[in-house]
C-alpha cells in the first residue's frame, strides 16, 4: 500500500467524456487526476469503437468506390486487401491518437494513473494497478466517466469462437465467407457495411420493423434501398430462434416471416443488440449514487449525482450514448465542480449513422412530433435534384427539416446520403441558435456542394426551391422577413 495522496477532481474513465472533463477542469485551475485501465486516454471509443470502426469503414469506402468506378469508365482489377496489414494500420491510428491524449495529460500536468478505481466511500477511492499493487486516493469531488459494454450475448446465445460481438468484430481476424448480423441497429449496420465491403455475404436480422428503430422512416428508407443490392440479405420482424454448432460454422434457425424453416448456416455470427453501462464493480455501494433498474447512474442538469461529491456523465446517464455527448456533459461536470452557473441543455444532440450512405439527423424529427401531437411542417429535398450528388453518382440521399408552421423556425434536421456526418453540424448549429428557414434559406451556400441541399430544403419551406417545383402554399410573410 502506497501513501494515500490527494486530488481536488478524480475522474474515473478516460475515454471521450472523461478526458473532456479533465481537460475542462484543469483549464478551470483545479487540481486533477485522470484514472483508467489502459495505458494511455481513449476509453472504448478510441481502443474499441469509434476510431477502430470509422478507420473500417473508410476501407469499405475505398472499395465500394472503385468497384463503382466503372460507371465513369475507369476499371480496376479486383482489389485485395491484406488483413495483417489491415489491422497494423487501424492499430497504428489507435496508437497515435491515444499516444497523443497522454502527452496532451503530461503538458497539462494532469496525473494520469492506469488501473482500476472503485469507492470506499463517497471521497476516497481504492486504485488497483495491474502488478495487485493498491493505492488511496483522497478527492473532493469524482466524476464517474465509465461508459458502456456490449450487452452480453443472451442464453439463446452459445458460447463459440465464431460468435463475435463489436469488439471481436473489429479484431477482424478473417473475413468470413457467410455473415449473420443481428440487430439492424446503428453498431450492425456499420460493422455489416465493413464486412460486406470486405466480401462476406452479410445477412441482417432485425426483431422490429424496420432498420435502425426509432430513426426517421425518411431516412432509413434511403439507407435501406441503399443496402439491398451490397448484402446477401435483410431480414425484418425476424428473431433468432437458435443456434448450434455445425460442420464448419453455425447454424440458425430464424423467426419470422421471411424467415426458413429450416436452419441456415454461417461462418460467424455477430450480435449487436445494444450497451450496458458500466456502473457495476466500482463500489457504488459505499456511496450515495442512486441507479435505475437498468443501471444507469441518476444525474441533474449539472451531472451530479445523488450523492454531492460525485458526478457522473457519458453512457452511464442513459440515452444517446454517444462519444460527443459525453464530451460535452464532461466539460459541465468540470464547470460546476469549479463553481460556475452550468447546465447540460442541448436542444440538438447530432446522431450520425457511418454507413454508405451515411445518416444523420438532431433535434425534433417528424416521427417524434406526431408521437408528441406536436404540428410541424416538413420539407424534404431529393438529392436527385442536387448538382453535386450528380458529379459524385450519388442521387439517393434526401435532406429533410422540420420546421414550427408559425415562425418556420427549425426545429429539425435529418439528412441521408454521402457525408451526412459531415453536414449535419450546420443543422445542429440552426436548431441551438433557433434560426428560421429564411435564415438558413437566405445564407447563401457554394455551389455546387451537397450544403446546399440544406439551403434549398428550407427554401422549400416556402415554396420556390430552385431546383425542385412545387405547388406553392398560400402567401404570406416569412418569419424573420423585415
Not at 336 to 341: C, M, P, T, Y
Amino acid at each position: 500500500m502506497t501513501e494515500q495522496a490527494r486530488t481536488r477532481v478524480a475522474i474515473i474513465g478516460g475515454g471521450p467524456g472523461g478526458y473532456a472533463a479533465a481537460f475542462m477542469a484543469n483549464d478551470l485551475g483545479l487540481d486533477v487526476t485522470l484514472i483508467d485501465v489502459e495505458k494511455n486516454p481513449g476509453g472504448v471509443c478510441l481502443y474499441r469503437g469509434c476510431i477502430p470502426s470509422k478507420a473500417f469503414l473508410h476501407v469499405a469506402r475505398i472499395l465500394t468506390e472503385a468497384r463503382e468506378a466503372a460507371y465513369w469508365g475507369i476499371a480496376f482489377d479486383e482489389p485485395k486487401v491484406d488483413l495483417n496489414r489491415l489491422r497494423e494500420s487501424k492499430d497504428e491510428v489507435v496508437k497515435r491518437m491515444t499516444g497523443g491524449l497522454g502527452q496532451l495529460c503530461k503538458s497539462r500536468k494532469i496525473k494520469y494513473i492506469q488501473g482500476r478505481a472503485s469507492f470506499e466511500d463517497s471521497r476516497t477511492l481504492s486504485i488497483i494497478h495491474d502488478d495487485g499493487a493498491t493505492e488511496r486516493l483522497e478527492t473532493d469531488y469524482t466524476i464517474l466517466a465509465t461508459g458502456s459494454r456490449p450487452t452480453p450475448l443472451s442464453e439463446l446465445f452459445l458460447e463459440s469462437p465464431r460468435m463475435m460481438d463489436s469488439t471481436a468484430a473489429l479484431q477482424m481476424e478473417d473475413i468470413p465467407r457467410n455473415l449473420l448480423v443481428v440487430g439492424g441497429g446503428y453498431i450492425g449496420l456499420e460493422l455489416g457495411t465493413v464486412y460486406a465491403a470486405m466480401g462476406s455475404k452479410v445477412t441482417i436480422v432485425e426483431k422490429e420493423s424496420t432498420l435502425l428503430p426509432g430513426a426517421d422512416p425518411d431516412l432509413v428508407e434511403v439507407l435501406h434501398k441503399r443496402l439491398e443490392p451490397f448484402v446477401e440479405r435483410i431480414l425484418l420482424n425476424t428473431s433468432v430462434a437458435s443456434i448450434k454448432e455445425a460442420r464448419g460454422g453455425l447454424a440458425v434457425t430464424l423467426e419470422g416471416k421471411e424467415a426458413e424453416n429450416k436452419p441456415a448456416q454461417f461462418d460467424r455470427v455477430l450480435v449487436c443488440i445494444g450497451r450496458r453501462p458500466n456502473s457495476s464493480g466500482v463500489g457504488l455501494k459505499n456511496t450515495r449514487v442512486s441507479l435505475t433498474d437498468g443501471g444507469l447512474v441518476e444525474v441533474d442538469a449539472q451531472r451530479r449525482t445523488k450523492d454531492p461529491y460525485i458526478y457522473a456523465i457519458g453512457d452511464l446517464t442513459g440515452e444517446p450514448m454517444l462519444a460527443h455527448k459525453a464530451s460535452h456533459e464532461g466539460r459541465v461536470a468540470a464547470e460546476s465542480i469549479a463553481g460556475q452557473r452550468t447546465a447540460f441543455e442541448p436542444n440538438a444532440i447530432p446522431a450520425v449513422v457511418f454507413t454508405d450512405p451515411e445518416v444523420a439527423w438532431c433535434g425534433l424529427m417528424e416521427k417524434e412530433a406526431e408521437a408528441k401531437g406536436i404540428e410541424v411542417k416538413v420539407a424534404r429535398f431529393p438529392w436527385a435534384a442536387s448538382g453535386r450528388a450528380a458529379t459524385l453518382n450519388r442521387p439517393e440521399g434526401l435532406t429533410k427539416l422540420i420546421t414550427d408552421p408559425d415562425t418556420e423556425q427549425i426545429l429539425g434536421v435529418g439528412i441521408a446520403g454521402t457525408g451526412a456526418g459531415e453536414l449535419i453540424s450546420e443543422g445542429v448549429l440552426a436548431v441551438e441558435m433557433g434560426a428560421t428557414a429564411y435564415d438558413v434559406g437566405f445564407t447563401i451556400h457554394p455551389h455546387p456542394t451537397l450544403g446546399e441541399t440544406i439551403m434549398e430544403t428550407a427554401d422549400l419551406i416556402f415554396g420556390h426551391a430552385a431546383h425542385v417545383h412545387q405547388s406553392r402554399p398560400e402567401p404570406r410573410e416569412a418569419a424573420g422577413k423585415e
